[in-house]
Nanobody, 123 residues
């Protein structure tokens, strides 16, 4: 059974950086892994994914400030966020897609969620 546990969130000022981590237990070699976020009053949205071949994918608006990576030895998924802005304030969730399927672009396409880690950016 795959389980996901995020960490690394916090409160930062505009322009700062954070690296979010997602500790993965279980075998995810057949799954696309990714990050979603949900701001207060808004729907959960995709941020970035890394497919089972190790190729990263980003939403068009985030590819310059966000970097997704995966350490296959430690079994940890990362999301580096640079030049943070107040509109990045959200709960960030680690997500696993269904085995042998395309990366989940919508929340209802996700198989497994982590509990989330809060990112708060002040101006």
């Amino acid at each position: 059974q795959v389980q996901l546990a995020e960490s690394g969130g916090g409160s930062v000022q505009t322009g700062g950086s954070l690296r979010l981590s997602c500790a993965v237990s279980g075998d995810t070699r057949s799954r696309c892994m990714g990050w979603f976020r949900q701001a207060p009053g808004k729907e959960r949205e995709t941020v970035a994914h890394i497919d089972r071949f190790g190729d990263p994918f980003y939403t068009n608006s985030e590819k310059d400030r966000f970097t997704i990576s995966k350490d296959n030895v430690k079994n940890v998924l990362y999301l580096q966020i640079n030049n943070l802005r107040p509109d990045d304030t959200a709960m960030y969730y680690c997500a696993a897609g269904h085995p042998w399927t395309a990366c989940p672009g919508l929340p209802n396409e996700v198989d497994i969620w982590g509990q989330g880690t809060q990112v708060t950016v002040s101006s």
